[in-house]
């Protein structure tokens, strides 16, 4: 790329720093978010870790339920039993796993799970609630859609609610403030026999 | 959606079991990972962060440097401060935001950023370095693309290197492990006036 000159550059970003100034400007509204990370991409459970740390750099109660990943000893874990008057964590869904061949006792799990985010979302001293993986207990159907909705639509004005997982369903994309997608482009596991990695994927 | 029925779950769930095994079975290769997040979607930092957040849970020490939002104080920052003996912690880019005019400057603040990366990278205490918004700099050619990736290039074979940032330059991306695009699906800023909101986005 040819090296722009320093009045090229100074021009574009004073030209930069305009826009910014009148988007930011015109930007006022203070409200919680339903925020959606979905996608076959990774980071859609990490991203919401830095926002839940972000939070609670911010002073604010957080609650994390996971739908699926309970079973297992997570990297997160010994950092937020750190901060207990900041984070509540529940690692629910313990044997909502791959081994599963019980859909009762799942449906079960998920239930149990939806009610804590339920709880975490109607409880004013949560400023931020993390629902990890409910998309996944959505996508095999193990609570009704249509329930879920309606308590995401009707969350408190103030209150972040973040939900994670692939396939986010249609009508949760709508109702949404936020969706981020995370593309694919490149994974190890699939092209150099790369295994999970502690720090990165647990 | 119609429901399924048990038998369909289940033998769909075991189905996938099988898959997952034999996935895991063959990865068997420990490797530090080049990791890259790019595109226009939120979440590159944030998943970043949230790796940072495991790697500490798993007792690694990391390093952090931040090249662009230094001059913001960032959420992130107290809960990091928690664990001094696991994260440095470097914002950087101090007057590196739309306001410098100084290409100078800038170049002189992405160096000494830059520096710090390297000397992370090359200490075998950091297992896990994070280059934040790296690719900014690279954009607006503050640093030598070729000699960036060199140095990424040659990392260590143990040691995770995290760099963020829209417009990944496909040198970066070609040498990568690892990279998620994360796509703006739905953004409050630009549909609803919503400003950026602490716990989310700083």
Request: aromatic share 6%; proline share 4%; hydrophobic share 45%.
């Amino acid at each position: 790329m040819a090296a722009r000159t320093d009045e090229d550059h100074n021009a574009k970003m004073a030209k930069l720093k305009v826009a910014h100034d009148r988007i930011v400007e015109g930007k006022t509204l203070e409200k919680g978010l339903l925020i959606v990370h979905t996608g076959k991409g990774k980071g859609k459970t990490s991203a919401a870790l830095g926002m839940v740390v972000r939070a609670i750099g911010h002073g604010m109660r957080v609650g994390v339920v996971q739908f699926v990943k309970g079973a297992w000893e997570t990297g997160e874990k010994p950092v937020f039993d750190r901060f207990p008057e900041f984070v509540e964590f529940k690692p629910m869904g313990e044997g909502f796993t791959w081994d599963t061949q019980d859909r009762a006792r799942d449906i079960a799990v998920a239930r149990e799970a939806w009610d804590e985010v339920k709880r975490m979302i109607a409880d004013p001293a949560y400023k931020m609630v993390l629902a990890d993986e409910l998309n996944i207990v959505l996508r095999y159907d193990y609570l009704p859609l249509d329930e879920v909705l309606e308590v995401l639509a009707n969350k408190p004005a103030d209150k972040h609610v973040i939900v994670t997982g692939r396939n986010a369903p249609q009508g949760l994309i709508d109702i949404a403030d936020l969706v981020t997608e995370m593309t694919l482009v490149k994974h190890p596991f699939r092209e150099q026999g790369v295994k999970a990695q502690a720090g990165i994927e647990y």
